[in-house]
């Protein structure tokens, strides 16, 4: 359902995204959101060069990750963008869109991800709260740490009351568009990869084409 990524971007690189992030001309959130009555936060636009490099930093933190690659099974990325809530800023409770109209084809949102870039200890609410039933997990993580969540969910932005909270946001098309689907092929490739030596060779190998087979039949690389 969650996957934390801990120190997913360097402390330099959590510095470099800073540094960007105080000299940017950031804009009203609902320039990519232009119908949404709940959200409430600023971000940096597509196409500002400077916003384009810290775009760039959070994409390669991603790519290095083993984790990630292993538990979202990207096919698309969104070019990240950062955002930013002042005191008094929060995104009220939403679906993420279907279908993000970006590039030559919509990318299609599986999951979500949030990359943390401030000291929790600097700002006050601002947690990602995701809901699951009738209850909800928050997130609010160290600099340079990431989140990813299913985009099914229905979440928000908690309204930061102190300090501003700073992060990088970007949506994931999976190979694998089911969750249950992609979090049990995780979990097989990932015992496979971890006691996957302990096994006798036939028994390895058997398992292995129990994931690759599972992965042929729901994944749709295309
Ligand atoms: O900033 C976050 O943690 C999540 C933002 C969000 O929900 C969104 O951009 O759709
Ligand atoms: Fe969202």
Redesign the pocket.
């Known amino acids: 359902m969650f996957c934390e990524l801990p120190d997913l971007l360097t402390a330099d690189e959590v510095a470099q995204l800073k540094a960007i992030a105080t000299s940017l001309s950031f804009v009203d959130g609902r320039v990519t959101n232009p119908d949404s009555k709940v959200k409430n936060n600023l971000q940096g636009l597509p196409g500002d060069p400077q916003h384009d490099r810290a775009s760039q930093i959070l994409l390669g933190g991603l790519k290095r990750s083993a984790v990630f690659i292993a538990y979202a099974f990207p096919k698309m990325v969104a070019p990240p963008a950062l955002?930013l809530y002042r005191p008094g800023m929060n995104?009220g409770a939403?679906a993420?869109a279907a279908f993000l109209p970006i590039g030559a084809r919509p990318i299609r949102a599986d999951l979500?991800c949030?990359v943390f870039l401030n000291d929790p200890a600097d700002y006050d609410g601002g947690e990602?709260s995701v809901r699951l039933g009738a209850r909800a997990v928050d997130f609010k993580l160290s600099p340079g740490s990431a989140i990813l969540y299913p985009s099914t969910t229905i979440?928000e932005?908690k309204p930061v009351t102190r300090g501003e909270r700073l992060?990088g946001?970007t949506f994931i098309e999976s190979d694998i568009v089911d969750q249950a689907g992609r979090e049990l092929l995780f979990t097989l490739n990932d015992v496979l990869a971890t006691e996957g030596e302990k096994l006798s060779w036939e028994a390895r190998t058997r398992l292995s084409h129990v994931a690759t087979s599972l992965h042929r039949q729901w994944g749709d690389a295309g």
Do not use: K, N, P
Request: net charge negative; charged share 10%; aromatic share 10%.
């Open positions: 955002s995104y939403h993420d979500s949030t990602l979440h932005v992060c946001i």
